[in-house]
């Protein structure tokens, strides 16, 4: 998606056939949200693996991030999204007459 958006806006921006400079920092305008949201789900994606969101800063890691699993149930960072291992107390309510 994000390098979607950075065709599109280059684009855009060459369209409005502005001078070098004005074109450049239009794009670095531009980028920044997309810069953002990139270490955001990078952020997410590091605390389903349980990890803190600066590990996305290890090379590679990244890859590891794009194959490995997450954790199943909660962590220190909340429930598993894909609701793998999450319990509840409304889950759990009746448990005892099912033994």
Known sequence: MFIIFSFIAGMLI???????????????????????FLV????K??????????FQ????????MLFADIEN???QYGPNPKEIGNTNEI???GDYLAK
């Open 57 to 64: 800063l290890i090379p590679f890691y990244g890859f590891w």
């Open 45 to 54: 994606r590091c605390h389903d693996r349980g990890n803190t969101g600066w």
């Open 14 to 36: 060459d369209a409005l056939s502005l001078n070098k400079d004005t074109n450049s920092l239009l794009f670095l305008l531009m980028a920044i949200p997309g810069y953002w």
């Open 40 to 43: 955001a789900q990078g952020a």
């Open 73 to 75: 149930g909660e962590n």
């Open 91 to 93: 889950d759990q309510i």
